[in-house]
């Protein structure tokens, strides 16, 4: 089955304790984002990856890290995590062609205390 | 500035019923317009995309049109059930390269589908 998976799904935290959020996808696609999605707000994107090795900043860096040294998986890294990250976090993967669909996790909700 | 805008922010209707949901852009310039499904705890689903030439395109009793010239789609539900319970999201894509394609998402509507 063609998918988009996350880990932890739950996740609580204390401030400055460093953590990863796992996503890998099965669909073999070259791009992939993460996002936050906070209430009152449109999902935002964080951070993108073209291809292997090639990540760029999305509209919300600041305080994320991720890295692509393989095309399944993109781990989301907060070094330092703060209570303004408390956010539920989407992976997603974009398939090639015209459209460019998108295939989203199940998402991650994080709280950092 | 680049927004998508949505009305209802929530709706309510009874099992069986038809309903309407509505997004408004300034997006430019434009590129595609999709809507997704998100339910509770989930993350969303696409439903349709269309291009600037498309103006209506179905999916089951989800049918989703586009005015490119004012701006505006909507999302047409008929025969509700529900499992139509959810969010249900407008996104446009600014015209870009592939990988670097830029959207912008509404805030959703919230669907409540009683029995």
């Known amino acids: 089955e063609a998918q988009v998976t996350q880990n932890p799904r739950y996740l609580i935290t204390v401030t400055g304790k460093k953590l990863t959020v796992t996503c890998s996808q099965n669909m073999n696609h070259e791009y992939m984002s993460w996002y936050r999605q906070d209430p009152g707000l449109g999902l935002r994107q964080i951070y993108y990856s073209m291809n292997v090795e090639v990540t760029d900043k999305g509209d919300v860096p600041e305080g994320y890290k991720v890295s692509r040294k393989e095309k399944r998986n993109f781990p989301l890294i907060l070094e330092s995590p703060s209570p303004n990250q408390t956010s539920l976090y989407f992976c997603?993967?974009?398939?090639?062609?015209?459209?460019?669909?998108?295939?989203f996790g199940p998402g991650t909700r994080l709280t950092v205390l | 500035k680049n927004q998508v805008e949505q009305s209802p922010q929530s709706l309510i209707i009874l099992e069986g019923k038809n309903c309407t949901l509505q997004c408004n852009y300034t997006v430019s310039p434009f590129s595609n317009l999709r809507w997704y499904k998100q339910d509770t705890g989930r993350g969303p689903v696409s439903l349709t995309i269309?291009?600037?030439?498309?103006n209506t395109k179905s999916n089951g009793r989800y049918t989703a049109t586009l005015d490119a010239d004012t701006k505006q789609s909507s999302l047409h539900i008929t025969a509700s059930q529900l499992s139509d319970s959810a969010s249900y999201i407008c996104?446009?894509?600014?015209?870009?390269?592939?990988?670097?394609?830029?959207?912008?998402f509404g805030t959703g509507t919230r669907l409540t589908i009683i029995p």
């Open positions: 996104v446009v894509s600014l015209e870009g390269t592939f990988g670097n394609e830029k959207l912008t």
């Open positions: 269309m291009t600037f030439s498309e």
């Open positions: 997603a993967s974009t398939s090639g062609g015209a459209l460019n669909e998108q295939f």
